[in-house]
């Protein structure tokens, strides 16, 4: 039963945001203007283009994933959706779940822009590492999404929502920031190493303990 | 599932913030069937009332039983036995009327969201608008709809807090047309209004807060509403 | 009160009423404790431990440094332990403990992110520099200042208690994760400069651990007293208003 009410909140999320592409829009053209600016504000050589790259990729990201998160809540808030979804009989970790998914559904799809465009813009050459790319793309992207939805909540009982997000979000979110450009440099420079393990893993380990944890804890925080 | 009419006890319910008492010693029972109007001026309460008894907010204090089972310790699968509306719609106004009834058709465990969901805009008269985003219906229409919503999984227990709040007088005739012919489907209702005049004819008791305390109950119809709800207001005010 | 406690059951009942028992019992004569073991360790630091043979003066910040981080570490945990007991047992001494542990650990990440800054500047020549344990209290810094914003911002109909609760032990469980990967982090981009040195050579030299084990005992019994007096004025405070708003409904029914 869980399941299924998490499966039907990610279903309208994704048919909501096929209907008015807004938020996705907005996140990819923010999101490359940012890796575009870090460029003309450094002036790099191309061997700083390289060494700054992944950091410039997980910025962009970062940034706007702020901006979204933000959104896919505010949404609720609108004809107090969520007041009806907590009246229906979904289990808070359910409706926790659900979001979680859509965060990272979009977040991804924002990858599949950001990525290449990050790797032409920054003339990074993955050498076929592609799948490992991936990987380490997904598990980031998962923890970010968990941290992003949990605190999109928790900001959004505040009257400083906006202001409180980036706040509490960043500064958590620091090891997925250091294992995604540590990691893909690493990545980029010799390949599947030891080191790139490491932030996988790194990486793995935040997912599970924090997926774990905000799923349970969501309760507590939507409840008056 | 289909036509139970829950049986509500209240007793001393108590909700503080701090200092600031919101609701203080609710006590009342209605029995199948029954439709409670709960009164009062704004700030009285009623909201905070109708609030602890969807289970949205936990009280302080105080018990409830729904068909003699332990209401505020029941699991949250249970809310499938109460429906809401409020003065909100609770609805996504970028979906359609039917997609949003289908969504909460599923999180409900309705087995046929989408047909149910029609029936359900059939019984508000809206089977024409199934396929129209939310956002572009009027406020009535789209409080109809919402009543929709409610009742799509036939609770035994209907609360409603201030629908008519922000209608026209033809949509809130609609309105409360609508509210009527749930009523003599036989389900069990506690409605909340501060509009005296909008008091539903079919309801058979009454129940008036002022500041979180019941004033005066009892059974309608009652013989001057109007003024036991001016003598409660007032004899508060001192 | 009543020592041992009849079953496990009751012993975490009554937890928050005990240890605010023994709060109030320490508050009178812990604050000059502390200050006496403050001069005893100022006495040490300037008269009797050696003066350190590469850094000079500058290296006895390293005494307040030190500690300070320690503490800051340990009042995070007390906001953890604390939160866990608002989530399980609810009370509102419960959250009382929590609110001001971290209140009082802010002001000691502050003190451990200055005295940081002030050893760096005559060592390295400048103020900021991004080790491990500089890095990874600022970030820490920003996790109290958001614990206590959301505090200070939650929406009055929001269960503010359990609100920053989750929020405390999210944070708190983020700590040694940020801590691992910021010194990964540093271990492959090492700084040009010789980092802060809180283990030279072969270990610290006897008069420096002691003198360092001192500062703990003392800047803990600070940070004990302070948390204390906090403790002790919000639930003064909480008693009041409830008092008050007592008083009022009694007058209200009265008339």
């Known amino acids: 039963m869980g399941w299924r009410a998490a499966g039907a909140i990610l279903a309208k999320d994704l048919r909501l945001e096929l209907r008015r592409v807004e938020t996705v829009a907005t996140m990819v053209v923010f999101a490359v203007l940012v890796a575009l600016i870090f460029v003309f504000a450094g002036d790099p050589t191309p061997a700083d283009l390289r060494r700054l790259g992944p950091g410039a990729l997980w910025v962009s990201l970062l940034f706007a994933g702020a901006i979204g998160f933000g959104r896919w809540f505010a949404q609720e808030e609108r004809n107090q959706a969520l007041q009806g979804l907590l009246v229906s009989p979904i289990d808070p970790a359910a409706l926790f779940a659900g979001k979680w998914a859509g965060a990272t559904v979009f977040l991804l799809a924002l990858e599949c822009v950001l990525v290449p465009v990050t790797l032409t813009l920054y003339q990074l050459d993955v050498r076929g590492a592609w799948g490992e790319l991936a990987l380490l793309l997904v598990l980031v992207t998962l923890g970010y999404a968990a941290l992003g939805t949990f605190f999109a909540a928790v900001a959004a009982r505040t009257t400083a929502g906006e202001l409180l997000l980036p706040i509490l979000l960043f500064p958590l979110s620091v090891p997925l920031v250091l294992a995604g450009a540590e990691g893909g440099q690493s990545l980029m420079e010799a390949g599947p190493t030891r080191s790139y393990w490491d932030w996988v893993s790194l990486a793995a380990a935040f997912d599970v303990i924090f997926g774990t944890v905000c799923t349970l804890a969501f309760e507590y925080v939507i409840e008056e | 599932m289909t036509g139970t009419r829950a049986r509500l ?191 539903p004819v079919a309801a058979t008791r009454y129940l008036i807060l002022v500041e979180g305390r019941t004033r005066s109950a009892g059974a309608l119809p009652a013989g001057d509403l109007d003024a036991l709800y001016e003598r409660a207001v007032a004899a508060a005010g001192d | 009160m009543r020592w041992w406690p009849r079953s496990w059951r009751q012993f975490w009942s009554t937890l928050d009423g005990r240890t605010y028992h023994l709060m109030l019992g320490a508050r009178p004569w812990i604050g000059w404790l502390a200050v006496g073991m403050m001069v005893v360790v ?94 990874t209290t600022l970030i820490l810094w920003f996790i109290y200042a958001g614990y206590l914003l959301v505090r200070a911002f939650a929406r009055p109909e929001a269960n503010v208690a359990r609100l920053a609760a989750v929020v405390g032990i999210v944070g708190f469980l983020d700590v040694p994760i940020i801590h691992m990967s910021v010194q990964w982090w540093r271990t492959l981009h090492p700084e040009p400069v010789v980092l802060i040195l809180d283990d030279p050579g072969g270990g610290l030299p006897a008069s420096m651990l002691i003198t360092l084990l001192a500062s703990l005992a003392a800047i803990s019994l600070v940070f004990a007293w302070l948390w204390i007096q906090r403790v002790w004025q919000e639930r003064t405070a909480e008693n009041l208003a409830l008092l008050e708003a007592l008083l009022e409904r009694k007058e209200r029914s009265a008339r």
């Open chain 3, 42 to 135: 100022f006495g040490l630091v300037f008269w009797w431990v050696p003066l350190e043979a590469i850094q000079g003066y500058p290296q006895k910040i390293f005494y307040i440094h030190v500690p300070s981080a320690w503490v800051m570490y340990g009042a995070f945990g007390v906001v953890f332990a604390a939160s866990i007991m608002v989530l399980w047992k609810g009370t509102s001494l419960w959250d009382i403990f929590a609110r001001c542990a971290a209140e009082v650990g802010f002001l000691f990440t502050t003190l451990t992110l200055a005295t940081g800054m002030l050893w760096g500047k005559p060592i390295w020549g400048t103020f900021w520099t991004w080790d491990a344990r500089l890095t």
């Open chain 2, 9 to 199: 006890r209240v007793e001393g319910l108590t909700r503080t913030y701090g200092p600031r008492v919101a609701l203080e010693d609710v006590t009342f029972s209605l029995a199948a069937g029954e439709y409670l109007v709960v009164l009062g001026p704004n700030g009285a309460g009623k909201t905070t009332l109708l609030r602890t008894l969807a289970r949205l907010i936990r009280p302080t204090a105080g018990r409830v039983w729904l068909d003699e089972e332990d209401w505020l310790a029941a699991p949250a699968d249970r809310q499938r036995e109460i429906g809401v509306l409020s003065h909100a719609t609770f609805l996504y106004d970028d979906l359609t009327a039917l997609e949003n009834l289908r969504f909460f058709g599923t999180l409900y465990g309705l087995s046929d969201p989408a047909g149910r969901g029609r029936e359900a805009l059939a019984t508000v008269g809206l089977e024409a608008a199934a396929d129209r985003r939310v956002g572009h219906l009027s406020r009535g229409q789209a409080q109809r709809v919402a009543i929709a919503r409610a009742v799509l999984h036939d609770p035994g227990l209907l609360l409603l807090d201030e629908p008519y709040a922000g209608l026209d007088p033809r949509a809130a005739g609609r309105l409360s047309e609508a509210l009527a012919g749930l009523a003599r489907a036989g389900r069990t209702v506690v409605l909340t209004t501060h509009d005296l005049a909008r008091a």
